[in-house]
């Protein structure tokens, strides 16, 4: 029941204070990437200080996230930090490509061995860890058991939908999501990435760099968080996010930004890669989970 009680007050979870030390790890790399002052440096560390008394229990962690990489331009004027590591991203997943999809087309259940994928490519995450190995992943992901699985419902959701909205993650982990789309075989696909360039999640210039076009078409929410933040996103965002019969969305970020809508259109797709998170869903860290908070509400009860 516990769980419950969670998703309904999602904020909770989010600001942990774990949550916090984090983002100081992950922007404490990203200061080591870039080249300015020790003083610039000191000063930023108090601008992360500052922002999070004042925005602490007001926003999630994507939001802060997303005002810290605002902050850190200031000092750096870098627009996209990780653009070279997602570039890299994306060639490797493309030379694992004909690899994933012999995996696929030679499984008695194709939909299943293409969610596992889409799902391993989750692990692709330079905020959470940089230090993932993707092959691992992979030969995990297609012999593990979900520690939640609504991966049926998910396939009778994409069979009976008019529309699906394909909420994205991470540069490289993009491929892996085509492969999933291409499986579905689905006739009306909308391939969602961020406005612009934070951490290193999905821009339109990955997704056409992957070539996604060929199987969905590719829309930006219009903002730059590194989740979804639907009442900040575009208008042209917020119509499909309306409209679509289901929502499928990627990794951590999307489910703290969509969690507490309580929608029972939206399927999460991850690997849970913090204690938090893990403790959040009671499950084990570095699971893979296909989750729908209203079915899980409704088996709970």
Partial sequence: MRIIATINHSHEMISDYRCFFCLVKSFEKLLEKESISAQAKNSFTLDMINLYKTYQEKISSPEFARDLHWILKGYTNNPDPYKAEKRQSNIQALEMLPKMQEIINKSSDPF?????????????????????????????????????????????????????????????????????????????????????????????????????????????????????????????????????????????GNLEGLLHLNDKRIFFLLMVKCDVMAEFLKVTKDSFVVFNASILNSVTN
Avoid: C, W
Wanted: aromatic share 10%; hydrophobic share 40%; net charge negative.
């Fill in 112 to 252: 299943n061995t293409a969610l596992r994928l889409a799902i391993a490519g989750n692990v692709i995450d330079f905020a959470a860890n940089q230090n993932f190995n993707l092959k691992n992943t992979i030969r995990k992901s297609l012999i593990s058991d979900f520690a939640i699985d609504h991966s049926e419902q998910l396939r009778r959701a994409v069979n009976n939908s008019d529309s699906i909205l394909y909420l994205s993650d991470n540069a490289g982990e993009i491929v892996f999501d085509k492969l999933f789309i291409q499986t579905m075989n689905h006739r009306r696909v909308i391939f969602a990435v961020r406005g612009m360039p934070v951490i290193n999640d999905a821009t339109s210039e990955d997704a056409d760099y992957i070539g996604m076009k060929e199987v969905a078409k590719v829309i930006s929410n219009g903002y730059d968080a590194p989740s979804t933040i639907v009442d900040k996103s575009s208008e042209e965002f917020r119509n499909y996010f309306y409209s679509s019969s289901l929502i499928i969305a990627k990794g951590q």
